[in-house]
């Protein structure tokens, strides 16, 4: 039992942490724009709301979302207590967070692969890229596939599914517009306070992925919480020290895509009755991450003996 709690917060932690690969490079370029008294202010008390305002509070509002017939208290409570009739409702539940999860992952993948400019690792990746057109027709198709599916088994499912596409082109648009907005903030004209503020709301849009993904490997809160937390950590030391390291492998972000594509799949089939091990999903995404690190730890190597 200690060596599953062990895998999943592992999975949880890395997950969340190679998911927050963009976001902590905007906040170290944002950063060193910024006198170093504000980027203490921002570093420790973005740390303590970005794990205990967002990443604390978020997977107890998903939960209560799928369960409105419980109050907030409740779902606070059973995430603790264990009650087994509470337990009981979340269990019920289970299928709703995994197929609206589900769907916005897989959305967020696929978006990445049709239209997002990226370093390619295969040569289909470049193909795939050049007809991003596609990705609206890919996701307008599966969305009434599975809408169509889940009315067959629960209505509810089907509502489900429309709030995970619904959220991930609210999520999706205000990321598309980080990239203009880091401009202006390198480019000078804002106070230190504003560009902690834009970052802190950047920070809680990047972590829906990382809670969102969470629940593929598990629905117990507290284990998302600690998971979750311990990877935010992991971004904000990244920021501070190791972003430049970090930005050298080339297909890292590649390799979180796809994870993110597999658990978004796992989480769709789960939601229609499929059943997988606790260890598939974080064995998958460890996977996919070894394989792009090494990709990219052998294209550097290429690069630095084509320079020599």
């Given at each position: 039992?200690?060596?599953?709690?062990?895998?999943?917060?592992?999975?949880?932690?890395?997950?969340?942490?190679?998911?927050?690969?963009?976001?902590?490079?905007?906040?170290?370029?944002?950063?060193?724009?910024?006198?170093?008294?504000?980027?203490?202010?921002?570093?420790?008390?973005?740390?303590?709301?970005?794990?205990?305002?967002?990443?604390?509070?978020?997977?107890?509002?998903?939960?209560?979302?799928?369960?409105?017939?419980?109050?907030?208290?409740?779902?606070?409570?059973?995430?603790?207590?264990?009650?087994?009739?509470?337990?009981?409702?979340?269990?019920?539940?289970?299928?709703?967070?995994?197929?609206?999860?589900?769907?916005?992952?897989?959305?967020?993948?696929?978006?990445?692969?049709?239209?997002?400019?990226?370093?390619?690792?295969?040569?289909?990746?470049?193909?795939?890229?050049?007809?991003?057109?596609?990705?609206?027709?890919?996701?307008?198709?599966?969305?009434?596939?599975?809408?169509y599916v889940s009315l067959k088994h629960n209505p509810l499912l089907a509502l489900a599914a429309t709030i995970g596409v619904s959220a991930f082109f609210i999520t999706d648009g205000f990321k598309k517009n980080s990239e203009e907005k880091e401009k202006q903030l390198l480019g000078g004209g804002m106070s230190a306070w504003s560009k902690i503020l834009y970052l802190e709301i950047l920070d809680a849009s990047f972590s829906i992925d990382g809670v969102i993904g969470a629940f593929a490997f598990t629905v117990s809160v507290p284990l998302i919480i600690i998971g979750n937390g311990l990877g935010a950590w992991l971004v904000r030391e990244l920021t501070v020290k190791g972003i430049d390291l970090i930005t050298k492998f080339a297909y890292l972000k590649n390799g979180a895509m796809y994870a993110i594509g597999v658990l978004g799949s796992l989480m769709i089939l789960e939601s229609f009755g499929h059943e997988f091990p606790f260890w598939l999903a974080p064995l998958s995404m460890i996977s996919l991450i070894g394989i792009f690190l090494v990709l990219s730890i052998m294209a550097s190597k290429k690069e630095k003996m084509a320079l020599k």
């Amino acid at each position: 039992m200690f060596w599953n709690l062990l895998v999943v917060i592992f999975g949880l932690a890395m997950f969340e942490t190679i998911s927050s690969v963009d976001n902590a490079v905007v906040n170290a370029h944002v950063l060193r724009t910024m006198p170093p008294k504000y980027r203490k202010i921002f570093l420790f008390w973005g740390l303590l709301f970005a794990v205990f305002i967002v990443r604390g509070a978020l997977p107890f509002v998903i939960v209560w979302m799928a369960n409105p017939e419980l109050s907030v208290v409740q779902v606070f409570t059973a995430a603790f207590s264990g009650s087994p009739e509470i337990a009981a409702y979340i269990a019920q539940s289970k299928p709703l967070l995994l197929l609206g999860g589900g769907v916005y992952l897989f959305l967020v993948f696929l978006s990445w692969l049709f239209l997002e400019k990226k370093e390619y690792a295969f040569l289909v990746e470049g193909f795939i890229h050049r007809q991003g057109v596609w990705f609206y027709a890919l996701a307008s198709i599966l969305t009434t596939t599975i809408i169509y599916v889940s009315l067959k088994h629960n209505p509810l499912l089907a509502l489900a599914a429309t709030i995970g596409v619904s959220a991930f082109f609210i999520t999706d648009g205000f990321k598309k517009n980080s990239e203009e907005k880091e401009k202006q903030l390198l480019g000078g004209g804002m106070s230190a306070w504003s560009k902690i503020l834009y970052l802190e709301i950047l920070d809680a849009s990047f972590s829906i992925d990382g809670v969102i993904g969470a629940f593929a490997f598990t629905v117990s809160v507290p284990l998302i919480i600690i998971g979750n937390g311990l990877g935010a950590w992991l971004v904000r030391e990244l920021t501070v020290k190791g972003i430049d390291l970090i930005t050298k492998f080339a297909y890292l972000k590649n390799g979180a895509m796809y994870a993110i594509g597999v658990l978004g799949s796992l989480m769709i089939l789960e939601s229609f009755g499929h059943e997988f091990p606790f260890w598939l999903a974080p064995l998958s995404m460890i996977s996919l991450i070894g394989i792009f690190l090494v990709l990219s730890i052998m294209a550097s190597k290429k690069e630095k003996m084509a320079l020599k």
